[in-house]
């Protein structure tokens, strides 16, 4: 956005939105009395549309995000026009008092062209972002795994479909009984990426399967979590790139899986609350412009709240100065919860960070303080983590560069790291995407990318050395 201060004759200079912020999609915004200026926003990502309402209180400087607003097509509506009833009035104290009716016209559906009125009710804002917070990091020798239970492919080389495989993602689904998913085609980002799902039971891996495909459209970044009810998720993406894809889903109850269409972005396991909340952690890569979600589901993805995002405060270049792969942001976040009841998001950063980030929240995921630096190294590439039943914290991340892949320890929640184990050192070669759980029976389960053409699996003791 830019603003003028005369009448339009001068502007100044350029200002990034925050990641995930668009601003009015289309139609102009409405200043509510409470001094709030309302804009209807969108998102069209593939096969999934949907209307989002953002607020700001001063003048665009930050902002609240709402939504999303659909038909009975879940996500099929967008660049919506506000306008305020004659019996709404807005309280000063909060977004819209209760007794406020805030109506949105779409213009646009997915199959019509003009599709009469909905009613969105704007009750207490959400809280967003909180006083900056997390800890720092101390990477040093200490903890150590002993040698790999276990080390072995999920897939011999040349025995599937596909040439290249990425993004792996496990989940025990019972003693001894694994399943892992992943993406892959002929290369990532290809019309051919297909969802592929294996299974680890009677003590070996079964051939890959697809989960889904979608005709000429990838897929991506698959993860899988089971519920306390035996019930498995299967997210992932779909879209032609990873600025217009959209979250899906599928659910299996008896080991079938059945495909539904969702908000949800999710890039590392889920964190289960203790209130049956499941947090997601979720984020958005658009055009100079990375940020960390959170997304909130009380009825095991059948409805969503979001919040955020979650960024780096006080970059210390001007936006401009970046360069396309330079983006200053953070992505990905791997949510847990730590020993005194917060939660902390750990996050990807870009290779203008260098870092693995950190946010933490007070409040129970609903806001999140700025993202800060923590001491591990991150080359711009995945990390994921699981909070152990000791009460440590495992990472496991590369360092340099995707040449190199290690597992840390944490004794306190993320504040100091421990170099536990080197995963793969090998110059030319790629280990990255890695996915990590602990097991019923107290192993530690890892699965990542092996040069883009076979999944790992390795098995390690997490014992104090």
């Known amino acids: 956005m830019k603003r003028s201060y005369d009448k ?25 009395e409470n001094g709030n200026l309302l804009c209807g926003s969108s998102v069209e990502s593939w096969n999934s549309w949907g209307a989002w309402v953002e607020m700001t209180a001063d003048g665009g400087r930050t902002w609240r995000k709402y939504g999303p607003i659909y038909e009975d097509e879940p996500l099929s509506v967008i660049q919506p026009v506000p306008y305020e009833t004659t019996n709404g009035t807005c309280d000063s104290n909060s ?27 704007l009750n207490s804002a959400h809280p967003m972002i909180c006083k900056a917070g997390g800890g720092s990091a101390n990477t040093t020798n200490g903890t150590q795994f002993q040698v790999p239970l276990v080390k072995e492919f999920t897939f011999s080389v ?22 892992v998913a992943y993406f892959g085609g002929s290369n990532e980002g290809a019309p051919d990426v297909k969802i592929w799902l294996q299974t680890y039971k009677d003590g070996y ?8 495909n979608e005709t000429n459209v990838p897929m991506w970044n698959p993860v899988l979590f089971k519920l306390p009810s035996k019930e498995v998720l299967l997210f992932y993406k779909v879209g032609e790139d990873f600025q217009r894809w959209s979250g899906c889903m599928k659910r299996s109850y008896d080991k079938v899986l059945a495909k539904v269409r969702l908000l949800s972005f999710a890039f590392s396991q889920p964190l289960l609350l203790e209130n049956g909340n499941l947090l997601c952690g979720s984020s958005i890569e658009s055009w100079n412009s990375w940020g960390a979600w959170v997304e909130m589901t009380a009825d095991s993805g ?9 960024y780096i405060k006080n970059d210390t270049r001007g936006p401009f100065e970046k360069t396309r792969n330079d983006t200053r942001g953070v992505i990905q976040p791997v949510p847990y919860k730590t020993a005194n009841g917060t939660l902390r998001l750990l996050m990807r950063s870009d290779t203008g960070i260098g870092r693995v980030c950190m946010s933490e929240s007070l409040d129970g995921g609903y806001s999140w303080s700025y993202a800060k630096l923590t001491e591990l190294p991150n080359p711009n590439s995945g990390i994921d983590g699981v909070k152990l039943v000791d009460g440590r ?33 090998t110059t030319g070669m790629e280990f990255s995407y890695p996915a990590v759980i602990q097991a019923s029976d107290g192993l530690v389960h890892l699965t990542y990318t092996y040069n883009r053409t076979q999944i790992q699996h390795v098995v390690l003791q997490p014992n104090l050395h």
């Open 8 to 32: 339009g004759i001068t502007w100044t200079a350029r200002e990034q939105l925050p990641p995930g912020i668009l601003g009015p999609i289309k139609n102009k915004p409405i200043l509510l």
């Open 95 to 121: 977004a819209c008092g209760s007794s406020t009716q805030l109506t949105l016209g779409y213009i646009h559906t997915k199959f019509l062209a003009k599709k009469g009125f909905q009613q969105l009710e």
């Open 158 to 179: 040349n025995s599937t479909a596909f040439n290249s495989c990425h993004a792996s993602t496990i989940v025990e689904v019972d003693k001894d009984h694994f399943l």
């Open 205 to 212: 891996w079964h051939a890959p399967v697809i989960a889904d």
């Open 302 to 310: 059948r409805t969503w709240r979001k919040y955020g995002p979650i």
């Open 393 to 425: 914290l495992l990472l496991a991340y590369n360092t340099i560069s995707r040449e190199i892949l290690k597992v840390a320890i944490s004794p306190d929640d993320g504040d100091t790291w421990q170099e536990a184990w080197t995963l793969e050192n």
